[in-house]
């Protein structure tokens, strides 16, 4: 276990974020008699290239690869056994997306001190001469799509985006145009501050049409408000009627409160519509979706990409047989069907289901309604609520 150390301790982690301009470096003021002093420090190969020349002979240089977890054990290492400070170099500002923030979150007992520098996403809009009051940040940068679904979903104008070599700018123009953001235009910097700086102003087709050099930064800016069109979900061939009307829809959903969720689940969703307009409500809530019909694979893939709500993830086949124990816990659920098997699925959704979560079903039986009462009580539930929009039973439970 890492120790904490006393309040008056010298930093245990020192982080500067160092700039770079025509290819030569800047550290911070007052960084540089920081450097002097330590003996033992750290950073990706890019940023031991850049540095080396400073650090002092004998030095010890922990480099930071693809396993984070790594390095911080070997920092702890270093510092359980009496080491001196450990500094650390990043790229700007090591608490945007950079090591100090990892710092704060997996090992939030570590003293660090932080010598800031402007981020990659400031530089190239001082670069470009952007004006933007307001931006939303975003990195898929060693991450999934989440933070930029979230970002186009919520519709800013403005979104700084962070991109690695699989999550590249292309790919992300490229998703953009797969979920109907077409509206959007796009300024990219490769290798800010390097010799080989690179800043391009790109139509989202352009991007998603180019290739980049990493690192890279994106300004994603909304060029205009998408044309608003009726939209209808697409449903199952031979069965039209199979799909959450839009009243009860919107009556599960407020009773799910989504707007206060992390993350959701919606069991048999069929057409998709629940999570659709979980993910339109609130953007950065995370959905996974179960349902056993094959056919309905295809179907949320069209709905998601028709309304524009990227990021459902889509678990295929039989609730009771995917280990649903083995997913990140939901906050609540939504119960669009069940096979039957209602009272089964309540208890394992009892274990399950975080406290203060709730369970949503639309009920078109009066069997499943007692079910659901009775079930949510056994299964660790205080039930709450009914109501009705047209023929449909609207149940609710929380938690306890």
């Known amino acids: 276990m890492s120790k904490t150390p006393p309040a008056s301790a010298e930093p245990e982690l020192t982080a500067i974020g160092i700039t770079c301009e025509g290819g030569r470096f800047a550290l911070p003021e007052k960084a540089a008699e920081v450097v002097r002093r330590a003996s033992v420090f750290s950073g990706g190969k890019r ?60 090992r939030p007992e570590r003293k660090l001190k932080v010598f800031r520098a402007p981020n990659s996403i400031e530089t190239l809009l001082s670069k470009a001469e952007t004006v933007c009051e307001n931006i939303a940040f975003a990195s898929v940068h060693g991450r999934d799509w989440h933070e930029l679904d979230a970002a186009l979903i919520a519709g800013g104008k403005f979104t700084g985006l962070l991109t690695d070599a699989v999550n590249s700018p292309d790919s992300a123009a490229q998703r953009m145009i797969e979920y109907g953001f077409e509206n959007y235009g796009s300024v990219t910097g490769e290798n ?9 102003s790109l139509t989202l087709k352009e991007t998603a049409q180019s290739d980049f050099r990493q690192p890279c930064a994106v300004i994603i800016e909304k060029i205009a408000e998408p044309e608003r069109k009726e939209k209808q979900f697409e449903t199952l061939p031979d069965r039209p009627g199979m799909i959450t009307k839009q009243p009860a829809r919107t009556r599960a959903v407020e009773r799910l409160e989504v707007e206060n969720l992390e993350h959701l689940w919606d069991i048999g969703f069929c057409t998709g519509s629940v999570s659709i307009e979980a993910r339109r409500r609130n953007p950065r809530v995370r959905v996974t979706a179960f349902e056993k019909n094959p056919l309905c694979e295809k179907l949320i893939e069209k709905n998601s990409k028709n309304f524009s709500a990227p990021g459902i993830k889509v678990v295929m086949g039989d609730f009771f047989k995917s280990s649903p124990e083995k997913l990140p816990a939901p906050d609540s659920v939504f119960i669009g069907g069940h096979g039957g098997r209602l009272g089964e699925m309540m208890e394992i959704l009892g274990k399950i289901t975080r406290p ?11 069997e499943s309604g007692k079910t659901f009462r009775a079930r949510a009580v056994e299964s660790g539930f205080k039930f709450e609520a009914r109501e009705t929009a047209g023929n449909i039973e609207i149940l609710s439970a929380v938690k306890k």
């Open 47 to 106: 940023h031991f290239e850049k540095v080396r020349d400073l650090l002092p002979e004998g030095a010890r240089w922990i480099d930071i690869g693809g396993d984070i977890e790594k390095t911080l054990r070997a920092y702890d290492r270093h510092l359980d056994t009496g080491g001196g400070t450990i500094v650390i170099f990043a790229s700007g500002d090591p608490l945007f997306y950079g090591i100090g923030s990892t710092i704060k979150k997996l």
């Open 192 to 200: 800010l501050g390097e010799k080989d700086e690179k800043i391009r």
């Open 356 to 366: 203060g979560g709730k369970i949503v079903l639309n009920s078109v039986t009066e």
